[in-house]
């Protein structure tokens, strides 16, 4: 043993080699961020099951207000989104096969699309918050009119806000463990690990909206 | 455990000293490291908690105002206590110390899967010590269950409080899934889930419960804030908003966190009986099948901290009878505790008093549950002081006396020196005299309807309550004088500990004191079940 | 058997008792037996001489762990059993059982009788007749606990949750707050008076001011209520100034509020001024002057009060000391002399806690907290320290010595109203709160 420490995960290596990790081997390594990435997942799925949940309860107390302010969200924009998402998600998929098989090319023009589809979202998503804002049905500029809808409203922003920030946090990850060292040519049959985590990733904030999009915008 | 480690290695390099310096520590990433910058912050939370709760009974000592001269400042004072133990204290407590610590030696690793992920929820967990710091500037005074509608309409400073406990969700989090992970993935060859040890087990359970139940209070707590900042009418009934969700919502996670708290302890005590009684841990398979029982049926008895909050009868009836599910585990683990020390060769060093004193402090514990568990008895002992000390004999019996217990056992795998016994028996004398001083009367207060978060009473409860305030003060100068006997065996201690000073058949035992930065030179192969002591033929006394 | 909770006052408090006593019973032998048992183990088998001994490896035993699976859940399933046995007789009050209503608020208990008749504080029912409570918060969670009658529930705002039981014995019992609701909670407490059913009839009929009400005319109805409810304290029919606004040809008038926007004296503004009194204040009026009445008055109490502000035009007169027992039940109860006076206080026929709080916070009056003993300087520049004689002489002839920054608007009525001996209550109360 020396003095000197090595780096937990040494990217010093051919491209297209898995990293060198120094307490596992790579079988192993693979495996572990796999189950990390799903546990990740799961708790993911958990902090939204919460507002699943109270938007449930909301609803059973509160069904005429629910019914009445679901219609002025706009069912265009999230139909839409919905659909922007789910490109996206099939590009991330696709990206991952690029991925294993050493296309990097591929999986930054895939990760590349799923990106842009994000930043769609994000600016459809950023109308409908200015729209509502307009119309005083945003938290902070409550117009009495619709202020008997805040329950409503109250989750819709935590739910769709909560969610965009999913987003973006998503976009970053494909951005920088997937796009980024693609550029590299990092990625081959033998080292996509990355590529793969980030997919579920994008994955899980897709199926979000999937459930969030007929809660708030059709069930009502 | 035959474990095959190279003695030729260099005895006097270790974790410790390979690297020096301040920020050498503040960068590593090797889980035994982790384990002491943990260690020295929750630790600080538990002296700063302490410090709250003398306050506390310090007011509490006599009817009237004593030290405290308005109820806002009492009732300040036990928020920061339970804020500041819960959150700070217990819930990292074991887990991320000797969990950290312990773990990856246990089962023949180099360190836990992600240690950069360690270290970032360190980071993560000083962040929210952090933010609760500030929040200490207009300090809350909701008590820590932070119920609406009065956390969401009072005016100190709950947003920061709760946004502190949803970062420290976060590394707890983090912590649990790492170990998942690393208990999954990293295990020595021949380390077979049945030949895991206890202790491993508990931390797996643990684990489970702290990145399942974790996400919920974290988003509850979010959504509280929600509420404050601009209405969103979820838990406020005057916005339409149901209160009892709130309460749900949070007990779903607070429930399974007193599990959170205690399973390691378990661990702890499985851990101990069997080296300091010579003999394989009783029941083994039954014993690791209870963990996971309890993490399992844990997560469906939350209400049962709500039979009179206004939930229907049958949902209390519901949650009564799953919670007696939990009595049964908890009841075989005792058991099988009792009987590994059954024709023992039994030693009493310290750590095993402790783990002695576990098991008395836990049937108290478990028995008064059963009280808070019956239906109709729970109605009349629901919020009073009966409920304060059960608790307190759960967490401060269970996992505070587990962790000191644990810090004494693998001190010296710890530090590589030995305290000094007899001065840790007497410490150990002091806090379980104190603690009992301090908790009995609160049974007794309970039974004649003394309510709880009371910042004064009705003079009829003061002998009691003097008599509570007197242990209390016993209690803290014996973990005061616990802990620093260890600090300074630590920093001063001239004893060097050998490579296994107990005889202890586990994996942490077989490599040096302390260990090398990697555990082990070579990663040992595992052959033999966790706890193979005594002889086939052996027929004790 | 035990006798561990102490008193019982409810019929089903034998029930919990006896759930809890069996509990207790196994609860000792158990740990006395596993404890003693490992202390055994702990003994015949330790180390001699400090030297290690051969033990035999004994994994486990399947036969003891069937046994010490199945026997526990056995116990837990009949323990269970009488948790929730009791429970059903706790929760299942019968159909004849009288309901009071109780509302909790930030730091009080307020009780309402079938027959309009309201109490703060204390709660008075019959012995032996099944009491069904139906509770709801105004503000954040209580709850209602009676020791001695075992039960309990919590109060919240928003939604009804119920109580009950049926009084065995009467005499005067504690009420606590068990859910923790901010600075006074454990001061929001209730006395439980169980009185024997002839004397509770008494006590329901006797102040029949509800039903009297409901026999006037809307004008003599809030004439009635400008004294009950002390409006009298503050608000003058003959044009004097008190703390508010006379009511001397109030209605109509217009004028500028605080904020410089102008109001007109309609029905509205005076039923928001009843109601949400710091919504619009009129200038030169203190903005927390007011405690906002709603709960305690009912729409046609309100229609009442507007129908006689109405009429007021200099020629009414009311006779200012009221027409409520000299004196009231909350005098005679509790035990202690300050705990009297806390009563007294808080009695709604008294209205001291309408202007003077004992928290320290500033009302219209001195905050009773911390008042004893205090060296006060009086309007006239003269000091004076607040002792028995000096509060004494302020509760009968408040104009007398009037502390500098307080205007004389404390009604002079208590005198006849209040004993020597009441007043010496208050002050022993007073000495309290420091």
New interface residues.
Partial sequence: MSAVAHPIVDHNVPAGEPPHIHHMDTVTAYGAAKLGMWLFLATEILLFAVMFCSFAIMRYYHLAEFHDASKHLNIWAGGFNTIVLLISSFTAAVAVTKAQKGDNAGVVKNFGISLVCGLIFLAVKGYEYSEKAHHGMFPFVWNSDFYHYKNFLGLYFCMSGLHALHVIIGMAILYWYGIRPAMRSRFSGKYYTPVELGALYWHLVDLIWIYLFPLLYLVG | MAAHASAA??EE?NYLN??KGIWSWLTS?DHKRICFLYLFAILFFFLAGGVAALMVRTELAFA??QII????TY?VLFTMHGVFMIFLFVVPGIPATLGNFLIPLMIG???V????LNLFSWYVYMVGAAIGAVAMFNPV???WTF?A??ST??GTSVSLMVFAAFVLGFSS?LTG??F???I???RAPGMTWMRLPVFVWASYATAVIQ??A???V???L??II?ER??????FD?????????MEH?FWFYSHPVVYIMVLPAFGVVGEIIPVF????L?????VVISSMAIAAVGFIVWAHHM????IS?FS??FF??VT??V??PT??K???W??T????????KTPMLYA?AF??LF??AG??G??L????????Y???YFVVAHFHYTIQGGAVIGLIAALHFWFPKMTGKMYNETVSKFAFAALFIGFNLTFIPQFMLG???M????????AQYQTLHTISTIGAYLNGFGYTFALANLLWTALFGKVKAPRNPY?SHSLEWQTQSPP???NF?EIPVVTE?P??????????? | MLGLLGQQGSDFAHKVDYAHDVVTILSVICTVAIVGVMLYFAVIYRQRDGKDHETPRIEGNNTLEVIWTVFPTLVCIWVAWLGYDSFVALRTPPANAMEINVTGRKWAWDFTYKNGKKTTGELVVPVDEPVKLVMTAKDVLHSFFVPVMRTKADVIPGRYTYEWFRPIQTGDFQVFCTEYCGNEHSKMLARLKVLPKAEFERWLADDSEARKLASLKPSDRGKELYVSKQCVTCHSLDGSPRVGPSWLKLFGKEGKLADGSSYKVDENYIRQSILQPQAKVVQGYPAMGMPSYQGQLSDDDITGIIEFIKTVDGTQKVEVAPALPKKSAASRAGTTPAERGKALVNDSGNLCATCHSIDGSPMVGPSFKGLYGRKEKLADGTEVTVDDAYIKESIYKPAAKIVQGYGPVMPAMYEGKLSDQDVADIIEYIKTLK
């Fill in positions: 290695v260099n390099l390979w690297q990433t009237g105002p001269t308005d109820p806002h009732n690793a180099k360190d899967a992600f240690p950069r005074d909701t008590g119920y509608p009065y309409t009072t989090i899934l790492n998942i992970v690393t999954h993935q990293l990145t399942v974790t996400p919920v974290g988003m509850t979010l959504l929600a900042w601009f209405g969103a009418g979820i009934p005057s916005k339409g908003g149901d209160p009892v969700l919502l009684s010579r003999k394989p009783f029941g083994y398979k039954m039979f009179v909050a206004g009868d209390a009836k009564s009878i007696f599910l009595a049964i009841a075989i005792v058991f099988n009792v009987s020390m059954y024709k023992g060769s039994i030693s009493f002695m098991v008395f049937m108290v028995t008064t059963i009280y568990a019956m239906l109709g008895v729970d109605v009349y629901h919020d009073t039974m004649d309807g309510p709880r978060r009371y910042y004064d009473y009705p005889n090398i930065h990697e030179a079940e706890y193979s002591y005594g002889t086939p033929t052996g027929r004790g006394h």
